[in-house]
């Protein structure tokens, strides 16, 4: 049998262009979801159900699955899995029902797991190879792609575009940009094959525990801004459909500042200090939201809350990474799998919530995440080097 050929490793920007053209179609998906729960006429906790297909389609990829999904060359993963994507997303908007819908973010869930696989891997490689960090710099990127897709959703809105026509427009963008960002790219990518099988459901240790509560209110809030900001701007404020469509954009916009900024930052401050400045920013961001009076100012808590969460879960991977107690990968995994699990149960909980005491309440419910997880970050120092 003749060897595989080695894969040629991208450029940084090669990988920036990756990541990018992979959130254009969440980017798209997210500012539609108002319009998603309307069509379907689907109550807070069927919308919350629905969504928590997504992180359960990822746990079962990263699960079952991420040994395959390793041996993809990035070429070959990248330019197969967001058109597929893309195909999930837009079967979503058309579901009609709650069980539908998570059928559909299952599938849109398990490929994006499988693009977080490939592009993390590629991502490492080129670090190792390059001696400079790459992987936040990449997210950031995935972040503008949000932004821009969620601009260009504010007019497909305002044009009273039907979701999955709008979703079907942004599916050949994405799939061009994905095949102009591998270009010149090998499509093998010849890693040798593993010696054992990793478990796969790894217990966390009280070390791993504290890292996901010192970055959990990251995920909680990152959720909702996400998935529940239109739903935020329709029913707590009255807003118009349009300006609806825009509230996922400038949490957006504060996601791709903090990831940008955060090599910078972290030299600033140092790690320790600036995971407190971010969670008491997605603090006061999130007291915006919740006691704001006027639409504009909780556009401005939005921006914050972005911000705020952009660089905490990843700092809690990198520190687990760091723990030195078990392998790193074996408390990376343990970490991610508490994560996938609160993911599930996050949607969940939040739709629960917009139904009982309104959406409103339901973001300041944030807080509790929050304070757990500064007075952890002040109590054991997760984050000190």
């Not at 990822?58 to 058109?83: C, E, I, K, M, Y």
């Not at 597929?84 to 069980?99: K, P, Q, R, W």
């Not at 998570?102 to 693009?115: D, E, N, R, T």
């Not at 936040?136 to 026509?165: E, K, N």
Request: aromatic share 8%; charged share 10%; glycine share 12%.
């Amino acid at each position: 049998m003749q060897p595989e050929a080695k894969q040629e490793l991208p450029s940084p920007w090669q990988l920036y262009c990756a990541f990018f053209a992979c959130a254009v179609m969440l980017g798209s998906w997210y500012p539609r979801i108002p319009d998603v729960q309307r069509l379907g006429s689907l109550d807070g906790w069927e919308l919350g159900f629905g969504l928590a297909g997504y992180p359960a389609g990822t746990l079962l990829l990263f699960t079952f699955g991420t040994q395959w999904a390793a041996r993809l060359s990035f070429r070959r993963s990248f330019r197969l899995v967001v058109p597929a994507l893309g195909v999930a997303l837009i079967a979503a908007t058309m579901a009609g029902n709650a069980a539908a819908l998570f059928a559909c973010m299952a599938a849109a869930g398990a490929l994006q797991g499988i693009l977080a696989v490939t592009g993390n891997v590629e991502a490492d490689q080129i670090e190792a190879a390059l001696g400079r960090p790459v992987l936040v710099r990449a997210h950031g990127f995935y972040s503008v792609a949000t932004v821009m897709a969620g601009g260009a959703g504010i007019g497909f809105r305002a044009l009273d575009v039907a979701p999955w026509w709008h979703l079907s427009i942004a599916l050949p963008v994405a799939t061009i940009l994905v095949v102009i960002a591998t270009i010149g790219i090998g499509g093998s990518i010849g890693k040798p094959a593993p010696t054992e099988q990793p478990a796969r459901i790894v217990l966390p240790t009280s070390q791993v525990l504290v890292l996901f509560v010192a970055g959990g209110a990251a995920l909680y809030l990152d959720n909702a801004a996400s998935d529940w900001s239109g739903i935020l701007l329709r029913d707590g404020y009255g807003a118009d459909p349009t300006t609806v469509t825009a509230a996922v954009t400038a949490w957006a916009i504060g996601q791709a500042a903090g990831r940008l900024g955060f090599p910078n930052l972290s030299n600033l401050v140092g790690k320790e200090k600036l995971a407190l400045l971010m969670a008491a920013t997605a603090g006061l961001g999130l007291a915006m939201v919740v006691i704001s009076p006027v639409a504009a100012a909780a556009f401005l808590g939005l921006f914050l809350m972005g911000i705020g969460t952009s660089a905490l879960f990843p700092m809690a991977i990198a520190a687990a990474a760091r723990l030195g107690d078990r392998p790193a990968a074996t408390n990376v995994s343990s970490l991610s799998q508490m994560a996938f699990l609160a993911g599930i149960a996050t949607p969940i909980v939040l739709g629960g919530l917009v139904q009982l005491v309104g959406v409103r309440w339901a973001f300041a419910s944030g807080a509790v995440m929050l304070m757990a997880s500064l007075a952890i970050q002040l109590l054991r120092r997760p984050f000190a080097r």
